[in-house]
């Protein structure tokens, strides 16, 4: 049985400096809010957006590397170390790692935005350097582990398409003034798939295997199906990549057959955790993590429906909306509200001594404004982008800003207590 305190039991010694999260988790929440915003400047061209230096370009990356990418760092830094029992070796790498990145990110957006080459290479390359760096400490967490051999499996996934993810994307940055790439776009789309689905992708899957037991109070998913689970999404990831890469629609297709595998797969095994926990009453974030699981489902059958020209001109972008936004934006926001407020309170005392309640964390009513805005936003652009509509699009980004200024406002909350140590209960 994973509860709380089994899977925590020594987890204090294993946390970094609360600075050293909390940092990605700010700089996702202020990627956030910057998302929405260029969707807004962007919605003439957005819903028919096929690539190319711009805003449109820029709100993607936004999206990618402004919130997922921060999100993502900054949870397996601190998370992976507790689940493997196996502390980092040392924190300098990744302070280091998150002064290359997220300044080297707001470079290479910036560049992407106003279409400036020389910015784009600067920031491609810090980010490199930042996301090598990373990659280099899951891996070595990762060889130290001894336990649970699936997440490793899907860490080792996520890790091999991380080093293949930014050296694409440093060779599209650098091909937009030298053009040497054979197929500028065939490389975009398998950037897009390794980040989506290799790197982000494969943490989510396999982080899912922790979190969603622990968060429920259940029993570790079954190892036969979990294996199954993840060799149909490995596959599933080679395929399209390659596919890709090559232009090769029977491929892409083959990917999105056995993704349909993958997620059917992985949402029974969600099932089984949550039918089986003891934990009923999960509140607000398993309406957003319920709701990405639903996007999930919908996201192989959009990329066939893309490929097949049966979703019009605006399937390519829908696609990448339902996996992007609908199910990785919306599973990790869903999840940042269960382990902001935990890590935070392994770091906080009360006044009046002992650990806090995670009720005395933050306040919780931004939480119920982003969870209704970005439930509306999402669905809402991907009718803009099914219409081309760009009044549309800019009202689903406006939607979109009110909820993530909420959950910012909601992450503000906790900062002061984290700074002092202390609340005020």
């Known amino acids: ?43 003439n061209d957005f819903p028919r957006f096929r690539g190319g230096a711009g805003p449109s370009l820029a709100a993607v990356h936004l999206l990618t590397l402004g919130v997922l990418t921060f999100t993502a760092v900054g949870a397996a830094v601190q998370l992976l ?74 860490g080792w996934a996520a890790f091999a ?90 491929l892409q297709s083959a990917a999105c057959v056995v993704g349909v595998v993958a997620v059917g797969l992985h949402l029974g095994l969600m099932h089984v955790a949550l039918a089986g926990g003891m934990r009923k009453r999960l509140g607000l974030s398993f309406v957003l993590i319920r709701s990405s699981w639903v996007m999930l489902t919908l996201t192989p059958l959009a990329a066939l429906a893309a490929l097949q020209g049966w979703a019009g001109l605006g399937g390519p972008t829908l696609f990448g909306l339902m996996a992007l936004g609908g199910w990785l934006m919306t599973l990790l926001l869903g999840v940042l509200q269960r382990i902001v407020p935990f890590l935070a309170s392994m770091h906080i005392s009360r006044a009046s001594g002992g650990p806090p309640l995670l009720t005395d964390l933050g306040i919780a009513a931004p939480l119920k404004i982003h969870a209704v805005c970005h439930l509306i936003a999402i669905p809402a652009l991907g009718l803009a982008i099914v219409l081309d509509s760009a009044q549309l699009a800019a009202g689903a980004a406006v939607i979109g800003a009110v909820g993530a200024l909420a959950f910012a406002a909601y992450l503000a909350s906790i900062l002061p207590s984290l700074s002092s140590g202390r609340t005020r209960n």
């Open 1 to 43: 049985m994973i509860g709380a305190s089994g899977f925590l039991g020594s987890a204090k010694s294993r946390l970094l400096p609360a600075s050293v999260p909390f940092r990605f988790f700010v700089a996702a929440a202020v990627g956030h809010v910057l998302l929405w915003g260029a969707v807004l400047i962007a919605a």
């Open 81 to 154: 170390p507790v689940a493997t029992t196996r502390p980092l070796v040392a924190v300098w790498p990744i302070r280091l790692a998150s002064w290359l990145l997220i300044p080297g990110a707001v470079v290479l957006i910036a560049g992407m935005a106003t279409v400036d080459n020389t910015w784009m290479i600067a920031g491609a390359a810090a980010s490199t350097l930042g996301l090598l760096l990373f990659a280099a400490l899951l891996a070595d967490n990762l060889r130290r582990a001894g336990s649970m051999p699936v997440v490793r499996a899907y």
């Open 161 to 250: 398409s991380l080093i293949a993810l930014v050296a694409l994307g440093l060779a599209l940055s650098l091909d937009e003034r030298f053009g040497f790439l054979i197929d500028h776009a065939a490389a975009a789309r398998a950037h897009m798939i390794l980040g989506g689905f290799g790197f982000m992708g494969m943490l989510a899957l396999g982080f899912s295997h922790v979190l969603i037991p622990m968060f429920a109070l259940s029993n570790a998913p079954d190892q036969r199906m979990a294996w199954f689970g993840f060799a149909a999404a490995a596959a599933a990831v080679a395929l399209g990549t390659i596919g890709a890469l090559r232009d090769v629609t029977a």
